[in-house]
């Protein structure tokens, strides 16, 4: 089976010159009365089908933009018409402003801050309810959310293409991602180009320059939620806006957390009682977000305060060692500044990168390929052009 194929079948003609005459008898009013409704609408196919149709019955064709009676007289186009046709040029697509000035001005986000407040007061509930089997659920959760889901997927495979894997599988991920809370892939995506693009400058949407509990936290309380604006964020993710899933997971992406959440509780409740099933919601799910939340920020402010520095980058990207611990590999900054496209940031023999070690064992199974690499002199260590 071949796990890479994805093209697309479409039914040729030749598939419904075999449907039965009594199927087209059922088509037909239905065809007429489109046409009689919307006589302004471009050929499609079930126009073709309503002219077979016609056929059959020894009816003449339809007039249409595809099909025009042979007696009507097309009249020349005048000056005026054929200006108008002229093709105008497309809409600018607006600009989202991004960065702590035009985030304050736009206030407090309540319902954000809501929600992350609640899942705070989860987190420390849950320590009440400690058991091996709830720590091991959350385990396991966190390495789908965290390590496969933003590590593997939203950020080196969808926003920087650092390898090629099935479309399916990248499907799968990310609905793991969207375990996270962080939000559906176009936001989060988009919002890691800009960074990349504007890293430490003006309009980074989480520079530490603008403070480090605004890189942490504060740039997701305030401003306004984009996480269903598709269309404001379609600039920076062109790749994401054609395909219709991550439009969809986009929009939905609080589905599955909350699919999850109803799991737990109930397999808890199971087997279990009430008692052991708020526990493993409370670990499953408030303590495992709060960590994963938390660890994800510290990429974005820690990574830019504190570490070392292999590449001098012309942001303040630092290498470090126990937020690459806390989300798998994440923590390598400075590598990733200097050489973006790299699957790989743990460089060096000693730099742990397990999410690079899932990219890895997925390409000796064959569903992962073309990983980039980053090559650079140990000497003289420089960043790419990327």
């Known amino acids: 089976m071949n796990l890479w194929n994805r093209k697309k079948r479409t039914p040729s003609r030749k598939a419904f010159r075999s449907v039965p005459i009594p199927c087209f008898f059922a088509i037909f009013p239905i065809t007429v009365l489109f046409r009689t409704v919307f006589p302004a609408l471009p050929p499609l196919q079930w126009r073709w089908m309503g002219g077979r149709v016609a056929t059959l019955l020894g009816l003449p064709p339809m007039a249409s933009v595809a099909t025009a009676p042979a007696h009507v007289e097309i009249p020349e186009p005048s ?5 108008a046709q002229i093709p105008t040029a497309p809409p600018v697509r607006p600009q989202v402003c991004m960065g702590r000035a035009p985030s304050i001005a736009a206030g407090i986000n309540w319902l954000t801050l809501s929600v992350i407040v609640l899942f705070h007061l989860g987190a420390v509930a849950a320590l009440f309810f400690f058991t091996w089997q709830r720590l091991t659920v959350m385990a396991v959760l966190y390495l789908l959310a965290i390590n496969v889901g933003i590590g593997m997927c939203y950020h080196r495979l969808l926003t920087h293409r650092g390898y090629q894997a099935p479309r399916w599988l990248e499907y799968a991920m990310s609905v793991c991602a969207t375990l996270s809370l962080e939000g559906g ?5 988009a919002t890691h180009r800009v960074h990349h693009q504007l890293s430490d400058r003006e309009g980074d949407p989480h520079t530490p320059r603008e403070g480090g509990w605004w890189a942490h936290v504060g740039w997701i309380v305030w401003g ?3 996480h269903a604006q598709t269309r404001l964020l379609a600039r920076y993710v062109p790749d ?14 609080w589905m599955p957390i909350a699919v999850s959440g109803v799991l737990l509780f109930g397999l ?31 990429v974005n402010s820690a990574t830019h305060l504190w570490g070392s520095r292999r590449f001098p980058t012309r942001d303040d990207s630092r290498n470090n060692w126990w937020v690459a611990l806390l989300t798998g590999g994440e923590g390598w900054h400075n590598n990733h500044h200097a050489h973006p496209v790299s699957a790989r940031h ?5 730099e742990l990168d397990p999410n690079y070690w899932g990219i890895w064992l997925l390409s000796k199974i064959g569903l992962a390929r073309k990983i980039h690499v980053a090559k650079f002199n140990l000497a003289l260590p420089s960043p790419s052009e990327n």
């Open 346 to 350: 743990g460089l060096a023999w000693y």
């Open 79 to 83: 000056a005026a018409q054929s200006a």
């Open 185 to 189: 892939p176009i936001f989060w995506v």
């Open 240 to 253: 994401l806006e054609r395909n219709r899933f991550y439009v969809w997971l986009s929009k939905y992406h």
């Open 224 to 226: 306004n939620a984009l």
């Open 268 to 298: 808890g409740w199971l087997f279990g009682g009430w008692k052991n099933a708020v526990g493993m919601l409370l670990w499953g799910g408030f303590l495992r977000v709060t960590i994963g939340l938390h660890s994800t920020w510290l």
